[in-house]
T-cell receptor
Framework: NAGVTQTPKFRVLKTGQSMTLLCAQD?????MYWYRQDPGMGLRLIHY???????AKGEVPDGYNVSRLKKQNFLLGLESAAPSQTSVYFC????????????FGEGSRLTVL | TQLLEQSPQFLSIQEGENLTVYCNSS?????LQWYRQEPGEGPVLLVT?????EVKKLKRLTFQFGDARKDSSLHITAAQPGDTGLYLC??????????FGAGTILRVKS
């Protein structure tokens, strides 16, 4: 059972380049999230989705875009990468019922030079 | 968005010692979760506490939710090297959004 899968695991970009991170979940969850994790700052919510075709801004959305064209996939895009976007990115999913447990992927480490 | 303060930020102890990690907020949460994260992995849920004053035990780990549902603590008895990791608390706001604390890095030396 794969759970939540993120690709790629590692990426190095130059300032101004664009890229897309892909998240796929096989648990039929309605909700999906993108977080970034930086030392001493915990996990900060970038964007989230409560269902196919819907997205919403989180705590730190600037410089990122997302799309949820299929229920199982949630894409995070950086149109023009900046060094401040160097971070570890985590995708998570959850069900709207129950206690709200998040199931996380293994993370994608992005470095912007 | 509500803020969740977690302390201490870093803890290095010897195997066999006890420790407590704290998670505090000035706001009320509908529930509170504790996650553990190992290097190179995503966080994994340890427990969810829902009721004010609730205490849950998971082997050597004891979780408590404050009476007013604003704070929580994680106590580990007789820590072992396998307990090493990053511990994150997350408050669940009404509407199911999570607010994470900054985390506590625990290192248990043998």
């Amino acid at each position: 059972n794969a759970g939540v899968t993120q690709t790629p695991k590692f990426r190095v970009l130059k300032t101004g380049q664009s890229m897309t991170l892909l998240c796929a979940q096989d648990m039929n969850h309605e909700y999906m999230y993108w977080y970034r994790q930086d030392p001493g700052m915990g996990l900060r919510l970038i964007h989230y989705s409560v269902g196919e075709g819907t997205t919403a801004k989180g705590e730190v959305p600037d410089g990122y875009n997302v799309s949820r064209l299929k229920k199982q996939n949630f894409l995070l895009g950086l149109e023009s990468a900046a060094p401040s976007q160097t971070s570890v990115y985590f995708c998570a999913s959850s069900s709207p019922t129950g206690t709200g447990e998040l199931f996380f992927g293994e993370g994608s480490r992005l470095t912007v030079l | 968005t509500q803020l969740l303060e977690q302390s201490p930020q870093f803890l290095s102890i010897q195997e066999g010692e006890n420790l407590t990690v704290y998670c505090n907020s000035s706001s009320v949460f509908s529930s509170l979760q504790w996650y553990r994260q190992e290097p190179g992995e995503g966080p994994v849920l340890l427990v969810t506490v829902v009721t004010g004053g609730e205490v849950k035990k998971l082997k050597r780990l004891t979780f408590q939710f404050g009476d007013a549902r604003k704070d929580s603590s994680l106590h580990i008895t007789a820590a072992q090297p396998g307990d090493t990791g990053l511990y994150l608390c997350a408050g669940v706001e009404y509407g199911n959004k999570l607010v994470f604390g900054a985390g506590t890095i625990l290192r248990v030396k043998s």
